[in-house]
């Protein structure tokens, strides 16, 4: 593991991190804030999962959450959100390939030798930052914006227990009904809508649900609410009882302002959850 | 004037607008964040001066200042460090030239023409904002990082009574006698050193000072801090004997997790002295 910046943040320390990925066969970066209490033992961890075009900075560097992160004594991890650099495929539009991981193991030509983003982020990014960071893995949270928050449903929907909360601002909620989902399981998944249904988080509500507090928020002013389908997942939620607050921000939109607005409801939500 | 963008922003409107501007003869661009209690009337007014290679965006989406504003009351203003465009000078280093202003009218060749930044910030941008959006002209406060700190720290002192409170983070204090200043005003302002006392917040300090609040915080782990200077304006601010509050930031860097570690203690300063 390289160390790229360690930057003083809150009285903790922002780190950004890179490394070689035996799941995406190349070299991924990180993102890691740890507060000044991890100077004295394991910290809770909550996990930020990025929307389309983002890699691991722009959270990290626009969402504000370390203020929040810093003040309720956990670390924010910022992933990166597909495989990169020379070798990898890619494809012109901003919303498939590089920077448009999804989330998912591509089985695909030409996605499968790399974007393998769902064993990164379950498997073998969780197990490099527990063997060599002192973060509690007992103690995970995870959140994201957009396609990340798409990543963030699945993902604690998929592991059971492994996370005491979930939130997401302004998630892609139901990709298999939707252009940002359709187009890219088809090409990194293949054509088979029935091995789709493992990532797309209303389909999983309906069958798994989630058993913690869960926290949804949406702008109603979102430029990109009729792809990202909020009300289908707030459907699956009613059919399973599913309990969780689901707030319609009125007249925000889908940047980071819209994530920063509400990061500190989000940061303290997961706190309290992990916090217990 | 073009409205760029406008996102809702902690309960207020985070705007990006350009304007053609008769200083410097080209279209400038520039953020402002009203608060919700903008939509009553006019409301206070913080400055934020930015510094080498940042554009009026950097601070608006890393430094994490719009929440404590939100709270507070105030208006932030984000200009942009330079003239831009096509028909305009530049170098190819990143001090000097586009993105490197430093806050001067420029009167040599190839710069004069358009880098008036001088007048842009402290004339023409003014008289813009407050004909054009609901801000107290009569409540304005300034601050700064790097070279936005000098920015900040030397148009504060050259208008006595126009700014309430200034502050900076890590300011060139002295670029008369820093390679970040000595090449830049030779290049701007020609040899003659006696009109570059006039840029110099340490020269501003030893003759003018401030009447009002006064903050500086810098980074003990600054990379550049051996050419901010930090010890020549507080050397000077003993001199003439100014009160103010100068921290030295344990471990802290030159970045903008930096900045944002400490923007809330900044906004929070100026609310006070704008409120007051």
Redesign the interface.
């Known amino acids: 593991m390289k160390t790229l910046s360690e930057?003083?943040?809150?009285?903790g320390m922002?780190g950004v991190y890179s490394h070689a990925s035996t799941a995406t066969g190349g070299e991924m970066t990180f993102g890691l804030f740890l507060p000044a209490e991890a100077e004295e033992g394991p910290v809770p961890v909550l996990w930020y999962l990025s929307g389309l075009t983002c890699t691991h900075e722009n959270a990290m560097?626009?969402a504000?959450a370390?203020?929040w992160a810093a003040e309720a004594g956990i670390a924010l991890v910022f992933p990166d959100t597909s495989p990169r650099g020379e070798g990898v495929a890619n494809d012109p539009a901003f919303d498939l390939g590089q920077g448009a991981g999804f989330y998912v193991n591509a089985t695909q030509k030409p996605w499968a030798p790399h974007f393998r983003m769902w064993d990164y982020v379950t498997d073998e990014l969780p197990r490099l930052l527990f063997n060599t960071f002192p973060l509690a893995e007992e103690a995970q949270s995870i959140t994201g914006h957009s396609m990340g928050g798409h990543g963030a449903l699945t993902v604690a929907m998929s592991f059971p227990g492994r996370f005491a909360s979930v939130s997401a601002f302004a998630p892609i909620c139901q990709p298999m009904a939707s252009d940002w989902g359709r187009k890219q399981f088809r090409a990194y998944l293949g054509p088979d809508e029935q091995l789709w249904a493992a990532h797309d988080s209303t389909a999983l509500m309906r069958r798994l649900g989630f058993d913690g507090p869960l926290l949804i928020d949406q702008?109603t002013?979102d430029q990109f609410i009729d792809l990202l389908r909020p009300e289908a997942l707030a459907g699956a939620m009613t059919e399973r009882r599913q309990g969780g607050t689901f707030r319609m921000?009125?007249?925000?939109?889908h940047?980071?302002?819209?994530v920063?607005?509400f990061i500190?409801d989000h940061v303290s939500f997961h706190a309290a959850a992990l916090m217990g």
């Open positions: 930057s003083r943040c809150y009285g922002q560097v626009k504000g370390q203020r702008g002013a921000q009125k007249g925000y939109d940047s980071y302002f819209f920063s607005s500190e």
